[in-house]
């Protein structure tokens, strides 16, 4: 237990760190961070708040299609995600603002990387997955779809809101949507042995 808390603390530092550099770089952001950078701007309500409501929401979506209670405990790890994403923009990175497009890609590569090796670690614990990843695996169940069309669904849903909020959409959010998987992909095997370990 102590080894899965360890990975879960240690991959949710690494993730929000990624959010953040990819939300500074300026090339736009993951479709659900987008969507909270725009409910940010509109409400004046930091991003990691944003993230956190989102996630509340969500929950009770996801409990709603795969027709359980609401998974309590996913609360707790959207929270801690939420803080960790404010702590990350508005205390270390709070005077970054890359506008050299050198610096702003390497900002958002260095994100991509960061964002995708705290995945990769995160899940090792098993515990409750963030209500944005639970939402593919809800429509998966209740729909029949595949889980790739399911992925495609709940991020083009994400999107949607994204632009409808005036969210963080940009060149960087196709390549975030593109890139990422093949990240955790290729480090999840690596950190699996490392556990085992």
């Known amino acids: 237990m102590k080894e899965r808390a360890l990975f879960f603390i240690t991959g949710l530092l690494i ?41 509340i929401a969500l929950i009770f979506i996801n409990a709603f299609l795969l027709k359980k209670k609401p998974e309590l405990l996913a609360a707790a790890s ?12 508005l205390v270390v990175f709070k005077h970054y603002s890359p506008t ?53 669904i709940s991020e083009a849903f994400a999107l949607l809101l994204a632009f409808i909020f005036q969210g963080a959409i940009g060149i960087g959010t196709f390549i975030v949507t593109l890139t990422l998987g093949f990240v955790v992909q290729y480090f999840y095997p690596k950190f699996e042995g490392l556990l085992f370990k």
Request: some cysteine; overall charge neutral.
């Open 15 to 55: 993730l929000t760190l990624g959010v953040a550099l990819i939300i500074k770089s300026g090339l736009g952001a993951s479709s659900w961070d987008a969507l909270a950078v725009g409910e940010s701007n509109m409400f004046g309500l930091t991003v990691g708040t944003c993230i956190f409501i989102n996630g």
């Open 78 to 89: 959207i929270l801690l995600i939420g803080a960790l994403i404010d702590f990350w923009l």
């Open 100 to 152: 050299v497009l050198f610096f702003q890609a390497s900002a958002l590569i260095a994100g991509i990387l960061s964002m995708g090796v705290g995945v990769a670690i995160y899940l090792q614990a098993k515990f409750p997955a963030s209500p944005m990843d639970t939402l593919m695996v809800a429509i998966h169940t209740r729909f029949g779809l595949n889980l790739r069309n399911s992925r495609i």
